[in-house]
T-cell receptor, first 113, second 113 residues
Framework: GENVEQHPSTLSVQEGDSAVIKCTYSDSASNYFPWYKQELGKRPQLIIDIRSNVGEKKDQRIAVTLNKTAKHFSLHITETQPEDSAVYFCAARTYNQGGKLIFGQGTELSVKP | KAGVTQTPRYLIKTRGQQVTLSCSPISGHRSVSWYQQTPGQGLQFLFEYFSETQRNKGNFPGRFSGRQFSNSRSEMNVSTLELGDSALYLC????????????FGQGTRLTVV
């Protein structure tokens, strides 16, 4: 069935370092890949997304890359700051599945000052 | 625009009882999806409603049901509550255009005792 694997489950970096989170999806018909950030006690919020016709997308310190052949996509955060500390979720959506998102298990990112 | 609103924010119920949660989507959004979030299982898709019809369904027992009204507001019902149903229940709304962002509500924290 549909599945999204996310690694690592926890990630600790020093302020200013880069952080990379990787996801692998199983459904080759997936065509939309959002990343959500969830701070403690708050709702998940979209930080960046990528569609299957694009290989890379950047937004300031955040970038996402997609390798459709390998069914991998990754989140890259550069120059990390303490306020980047949160749980990050990747997800995948298939074109004929409406709004259904399949989420990875989440990565708890801790940025130490 | 007002965001996605979920009520109530917190609920405590006893095993065997039933519960109804409500979600009001962003104005103009006709797709509403429900997710269960637990520490062990992450974010799991329950179902999606679009134009008052269930469009997708996840792998949850029949005790979990939902509906959508003509104004796109959605309700989710869980009958015969079990301790394992304790979770944060999130709803998300999106526009009808393909591959667009899903906006989450703040969730309803359900505790079953």
């Amino acid at each position: 069935g549909e599945n999204v694997e996310q690694h690592p489950s926890t990630l600790s970096v020093q302020e200013g370092d880069s952080a990379v989170i990787k996801c692998t999806y199983s459904d080759s018909a997936s065509n939309y890949f959002p990343w959500y950030k969830q701070e403690l006690g708050k709702r998940p919020q979209l930080i960046i997304d990528i569609r299957s016709n694009v290989g890379e997308k950047k937004d300031q310190r955040i970038a996402v890359t997609l390798n459709k052949t390998a069914k991998h996509f990754s989140l890259h955060i550069t120059e990390t700051q303490p306020e980047d500390s949160a749980v990050y979720f990747c997800a995948a959506r298939t074109y004929n599945q409406g709004g259904k998102l399949i989420f990875g298990q989440g990565t708890e990112l801790s940025v130490k000052p | 625009k007002a965001g996605v609103t979920q009520t109530p924010r917190y609920l405590i119920k006893t095993r065997g009882q039933q519960v109804t949660l409500s979600c009001s989507p962003i104005s103009g959004h006709r797709s509403v999806s429900w997710y269960q979030q637990t520490p062990g299982q992450g974010l799991q898709f329950l179902f999606e409603y679009f134009s008052e019809t269930q469009r997708n369904k996840g792998n949850f027992p029949g005790r979990f049901s939902g509906r959508q009204f003509s104004n796109s507001r959605s309700e989710m019902n869980v009958s015969t509550l079990e301790l394992g149903d304790s979770a944060l229940y999130l709803c998300a709304s999106k526009s009808t255009e393909t591959n667009t962002e899903a906006f989450f509500g703040q969730g309803t924290r359900l505790t079953v005792v």
